[in-house]
């Protein structure tokens, strides 16, 4: 059997903001631990991406001690603790779920709203939300943070490559912001499996992600750029939808490690 091995892990702390690449990762029940645990909203508490603020793409994000942030934006910097139990409630709206959060506070929302220009708070999903994964796929009654709708996202860097072959400039893997990127296998061969080892962890892969318009945003520039997005319709479109990544779900909560080996069960 050929060897696959776990080359890449990324989280993203603010949900649709800048990734950060690391050398391993403990899964907890949200998903990889400090993952989109935090989110932008409007104001009426509905969740903001790149899909109507591309400029997200260029908020770096730093973890700090105690569970905190620092965001910049250039050389503009902007702190924020992590909300405590005082901290005002929120219901928040992200998809189809409502779920409830608290509130990150009126400084960073004021930052945010400018350097966005887009009237906006943060919010933190506390321990004690539970947001359920699609019973359609759920196994175990799995949770995720503010994912779109699952607690990892997989793909291949041979998929990748292969569709870097379609287009007149290859493109980084960041466009598709996965948590684990896998070497070694053929382009999508991710699309045939339905459960895998990776380290110590089995993961079930529920469904394949469906894209939307994010990977046409340059995460460098907040540029778009529709070349990607015609690319992949022209060979991954499958009823309607764009298909690149796989969805995993698993139920042991231990750690990651990049080089892990990825084993395919079935």
Known sequence: MPEYTLSGIHIYPVKSCAGL???????????????RRWMLVDNAGRFLSQRQLPRMALIEVELQPGGGLRLALGDDRCPVSQPGDNAPSAEVVVWGDTVPAKDAGDAVAAWLSSVLAC??????????????????????????????GFPLLLISQGSLSALNERLPRPVPMNRFRPNLVVTGCEPFAEDGWNRVRIGAVEM?????????????????????DRTISRALAQFRRVNGQVLFGQNLLYTDCAELKRGDQVEVLA
């Open 119 to 148: 009237p906006c708070r943060l919010v933190f999903m506390p321990s004690c939300t539970r947001r359920r994964v699609d019973r359609q796929y759920a196994q175990h009654n799995e949770t995720v943070g503010f994912a779109d």
């Open 21 to 35: 690449e690391l050398e391993s990762v403990f899964l907890d029940r949200f998903g990889p631990s400090g993952d």
């Open 204 to 224: 079930e892969v529920a469904k394949p992600c469906s894209r939307c318009v994010i990977p046409s945003i340059d995460q460098a520039t907040a540029q778009r």
